[in-house]
Nanobody
Framework: QVQLVESGGGLVQAGDSLRLSCAAS????????MGWFRQAPGKDREFVATFSRDGRSTYYADSVKGRFTISRDYAKNTVYLQMNSLNPEDTAVYYC?????????????????WGQGTQVTVSS
């Protein structure tokens, strides 16, 4: 079983950048497909980005494509979400998630393990 802890959220202005981290413990992240999701107040949790278990593939939501980048550091057992050109519509609680299956995964119910979330607020 893997435990996930997110960090790096905060309050920024439109156009700024943030890098979120998701530190894993208990198991190596090479065993998991990883994903980032976000949830704004009153809205469903939505897919942001995913990184396949074999490390070969990534995929992004259209709303963040070209602005956000998901990456892994195997030595640190950590997944990152680099977020550039932030806008107020990116304001949400951001969650990382892990699943032991193969392939890219886009729906929250495809993931077995979740972090507690980190708040990102972008002011205009």
């Amino acid at each position: 079983q893997v435990q996930l802890v997110e960090s790096g959220g905060g309050l920024v202005q439109a156009g700024d950048s943030l890098r979120l981290s998701c530190a894993a413990s208990g198991r190596t992240l090479s065993r998991y497909t990883m994903g980032w999701f976000r949830q704004a107040p009153g809205k469903d949790r939505e897919f942001v980005a995913t990184f396949s278990r074999d490390g070969r593939s990534t995929y992004y939501a259209d709303s963040v494509k070209g602005r956000f980048t998901i990456s892994r550091d195997y030595a640190k057992n950590t997944v990152y979400l680099q977020m550039n050109s932030l806008n107020p519509e990116d304001t949400a609680v951001y969650y990382c998630a892990a699943d032991g299956g193969y392939g890219l995964k886009f729906a929250p119910n495809e993931y077995d393990y979740w972090g507690q979330g980190t708040q990102v607020t972008v002011s205009s």
